[in-house]
């Protein structure tokens, strides 16, 4: 079934859109063609796309007023094709939007007009164009708070600004001049130049009196209290000290507050202004983590409180999350200021940004979440910052193997002041999930977790006459890897190299690759640089495509409609139609599906890739356990002792390197190549070596000193 929502709202919940039914308007030839997911292992996926041919004689898809849906017939109205394999409900195989309606002539005759429709799935909109850079704090002030802030200055200007817009809110912030001609320094630019962290756009830079005024819009409601958020960054050891304050002039009267931040001392001071006193120093603490040199979220809180019936204005101070110092105001009644100052004395270099101002009417978000989303929020689960993305721009997601365990996936690093999509790639590669379109009106991810150990969800009987040629193994280099070198954003590297492998550098020469890591922890990317490699040196064929004809082979279609990228296909009896393979069951991930359908043939390839590096470590129950993928440690070298005949069942193994094997009865069966041939071993004995092996009969006579090891040893999880 082919279907349009035709003046669908495709910003909203496609639950509410009306689809109509087109599949009668559906040409038989050409064939409708479906694509989505990535080509192979390596590659990332490309948007999903769907094309067909449909009858257009009743202008039903053309522009202009002479189409009954005009004016619906547009760009990236929603198409979707669902098919009921098997009568029981509909499953979709496609959805997403019409890119075009392209009019043509049918290719049978060439007399009856058409449309060839092109759809993509989401990836193609997002990644048209050029997105403007947003850094998290950016995104977070601008899309993730519910309610956003009185006013918010980004103070991310380059560096020829003279002034800087609110970027929420009204008002333009800008360095006095009348401080700068008095410090002689009229002529510096200050935006642009402040490096707060690697992850940030640069921002504001203050130094020698150089003072920033940056007003906040005046609020109908009386304020009963406000929260001034911003990023800041001191080097250790900068002379004396920079300072904030709100001056007010609302309301008559006049008050103020403000900190002093001494880099040289490490001492940080609430300041409250007292009419006809001044500004007086109320709290001072002793604090180094500002003063590192690295990117700090202060938030100033000023609330009204009335102990024992007295208004009192209280002035507290946080970083990062954490209470540092805070003092207070007998006496005294708030007041909404009506702007922040910023400054600096003498040479100290002050580095600003992101300055954000909130009431009691706009309602500040309150907990860790402002200091650990403008900072980039460093340990964010990959699963975690797709799902939060996703969610702030408005992008329906599906997440395949979440489990809700942080074991089952990777950290982040600080968020980068990259586009959407190459973020959303990021957290693939931390996480090596796939992320994909084409099924939903959005964007699927399927989490690593659900790949590793995965068990088949579709079997393949090639003895029984279930797969469609073209089909056959590969022997080349194309996805070889034996050296890989990981770099962790922002600093860190590591190379990691298979020398003596089957597959190593000294047998087959060098295959190298690189990765950057978006990751938190420096020493994971050790890990990331072994798992390219253990990607990258498996042995055997490779199979790139596998075909199945659901026309001949309709009892499989429900199987292969529940697949999508990263799903385990088995083909078994491969041995009956393939003898010279030497194996009889092929394990394999889809990576991509593309799909061809008219009513004459139903053909789906997956795009393929080898399950065997997926398989990882588990350990064994204390007894009982027969887990495929157990734990089976091996000697780091043992080998034949004499020549095994055919169909022999025991054989001694002499152990050349490393401690000898297991004699344990509730280690067996498992399996171990001899020679290249795998054998199922029931059995060894003998607590030195040589050992006696019981197997299963060796399906071929192999000679003496034949490599015996593990067939198929599990790795580590990443």
């Given at each position: 079934m082919v279907e349009i929502a035709w003046g669908a709202d495709i910003h909203g919940d496609d639950a509410l859109w009306t689809w109509t039914d087109v599949t009668g308007d559906l040409r038989d030839e050409p064939a409708m063609s479906i694509e989505y997911g990535r080509a192979d292992e390596a590659s990332t996926t490309q948007p999903a796309s769907c094309t067909m041919t449909l009858d257009n004689r009743a202008a039903n898809y053309s522009l202009g007023g002479a189409s009954p849906n005009w004016p619906n017939v547009k760009k990236n109205v929603p198409l979707r094709v669902r098919i009921d394999p098997n009568g029981v409900g509909f499953q979709t195989v496609f959805q997403g939007n019409v890119t075009g309606f392209t009019p043509a002539w049918d290719s049978i005759t060439g007399r009856i007009p058409v449309v060839d429709v092109l759809a993509n799935g989401s990836l193609r909109r997002l990644l048209q164009g050029f997105e403007v850079e947003r850094s998290a704090p950016r995104r977070f002030y601008t899309q993730r708070v519910n309610i956003p802030p009185i006013v918010y200055y980004a103070l991310d200007e380059g560096p020829l600004a003279s002034s800087a817009k609110a970027t929420v809110g009204t008002g333009e912030a800008f360095i006095d001049p009348v401080f700068l001609s008095t410090s002689g320094d009229a002529t510096l630019k200050y935006f642009g130049q402040g490096k707060l962290a690697p992850w940030l756009p640069e921002g504001l830079s203050l130094n020698k009196f150089a003072i920033l005024k940056a007003p906040v819009p005046a609020t109908p409601k009386t304020t009963e209290w406000w929260f001034l958020d911003l990023l800041v960054s001191f080097a250790e050891g900068d002379p004396v000290d920079g300072l904030f304050s709100s001056v007010s002039s609302l309301e008559g009267g006049e008050s103020g507050w403000g900190a002093r931040m001494d880099a040289f001392h490490k001492e940080v001071t609430v300041i409250g202004y007292v009419p006809g006193a001044g500004p007086v120093d109320l709290a001072t603490a002793s604090t180094s983590v500002l003063f590192d040199g690295d990117v700090h979220h202060v938030r100033f809180w000023v609330h009204q409180t009335a102990p024992g019936g007295t208004p009192t204005v209280n002035i507290d101070m946080w970083v990062d999350d954490t209470f540092v110092t805070g003092g207070y105001i007998a006496s005294q009644t708030i007041r909404h200021p009506d702007g922040i100052i910023l400054f600096a004395t003498e040479n100290a270099a002050r580095y600003f940004g992101h300055l954000g101002f909130w009431n009691n009417i706009s309602w500040a978000?309150?907990?860790?979440?402002?200091?650990?989303?403008?900072?980039?929020?460093?340990?964010?689960?990959?699963?975690?910052?797709?799902?939060?993305?996703?969610?702030?721009?408005?992008?329906?997601?599906?997440?395949?193997?979440?489990?809700?365990?942080?074991?089952?996936?990777?950290?982040?690093?600080?968020?980068s002041k990259d586009g959407l999509v190459p973020l959303l790639r990021q957290c693939e590669t931390v996480e090596q999930g796939v992320l994909f379109d084409g099924l939903t009106n959005g964007l699927t991810y399927v989490c690593r977790a659900t790949r590793e150990n995965a068990v088949a969800s579709l079997t393949i009987d090639v003895g029984g006459k279930e797969l469609f040629p073209p089909f056959g193994p590969t022997h080349d280099d194309a996805r070889v890897v034996n050296k890989a070198t990981a770099s962790r954003a922002y600093g860190g590297e590591y190379t990691h190299e298979d020398v003596t492998g089957p597959q190593g550098t000294a047998v087959i020469g060098t295959y190298d690759t690189s990765i950057t890591v978006h990751g938190t922890e420096l020493g994971r990317i050790e890990d990331y640089a072994g798992w390219l490699v253990n990607l990258g040196t498996v042995e055997g064929y490779r199979f790139p495509t596998v075909t199945v004809n659901l026309s001949a082979t309709p009892h499989l279609a429900a199987q292969v409609l529940a697949l999508r990228p990263g799903s385990r296909i088995d083909l078994i009896n491969v041995d009956q139609v393939f003898t010279t393979l030497g194996t009889s069951t092929i394990s394999l991930f889809v990576e991509g599906v593309q799909m061809s359908l008219n009513p004459h043939q139903w053909l789906v390839t997956f795009q393929c890739s080898p399950f065997d590096p997926w398989r990882v470590i588990v350990l064994a129950a204390t007894t009982g356990d027969t887990d495929p993928n157990l734990c089976h440690l091996q000697t780091d070298g043992a080998r034949t002792t004499t020549t095994v005949a055919v169909n022999a069942t025991s054989f001694a193994v002499e152990t050349t390197a490393g401690p000898v094997w297991t004699t344990a009865a509730d280690d067996f069966p498992f399996h171990i190549l001899v020679g290249g041939v795998k054998v199922r071993v029931t059995g060894i004995t003998g607590a030195a070596s040589p050992q006696t092996f019981t197997t299963d009969p060796m399906p071929i006579a192999v000679p003496i000193h034949s490599q015996v090891e593990v067939w198929q040893p599990p790795v580590l999880r990443l």
């Open positions: 978000p309150f907990g860790g979440d402002p200091a650990y989303y403008t900072l980039g929020a460093v340990g964010e689960t990959a699963i975690d910052r797709i799902e939060r993305l996703c969610l702030e721009n408005a992008i329906p997601l599906t997440v395949i193997g979440d489990t809700g365990n942080t074991d089952d996936t990777s950290l982040m690093g600080p968020q």
